[in-house]
Nanobody
């Protein structure tokens, strides 16, 4: 079994910064892509940023230049540094990872999600 646990959410004023962390634990033999998604109240879940195992990144247009995704493969951890936060960034943020759990099948990945962490941007 694999668990993803997020941390770092909270309340911040507009223009402020937060750093989210997500650590995967359990029966892990490899991790491919790791992502951050967010879901605002009454809206659909959307992809915020992704990072591949080789470090390639991609961002939603709404966060480009403000958010930075990174990962520490040795710690099975993905981070999301969020700067210049805006009220419209308020949402529950979820991490997701593609994890290989079978040692003989490092090409077979299963999707896992964290439980989410609330980010609220308000004065």
């Amino acid at each position: 079994q694999v668990q993803l646990v997020e941390s770092g959410g909270g309340l911040v004023q507009p223009g402020g910064s937060l750093r989210l962390s997500c650590t995967a634990s359990g029966s892990i033999f490899a991790i491919n892509t790791m992502d951050w998604y967010r879901q605002a109240l009454g809206k659909e879940r959307e992809l915020v940023a992704l990072i591949t195992s080789s470090g390639r990144t991609n961002y939603a247009d709404s966060v480009k230049g403000r958010f930075t995704i990174s990962r520490d493969n040795a710690k099975n951890t993905v981070y999301l540094q969020m700067n210049s936060l805006r009220p419209e960034d308020t949402a529950v943020y979820y991490c997701r990872a593609d994890v290989a759990t079978v040692p003989q099948r490092l090409d077979l990945f299963f999707q896992y999600w964290g439980q989410g962490t609330q980010v609220t941007v308000s004065s």
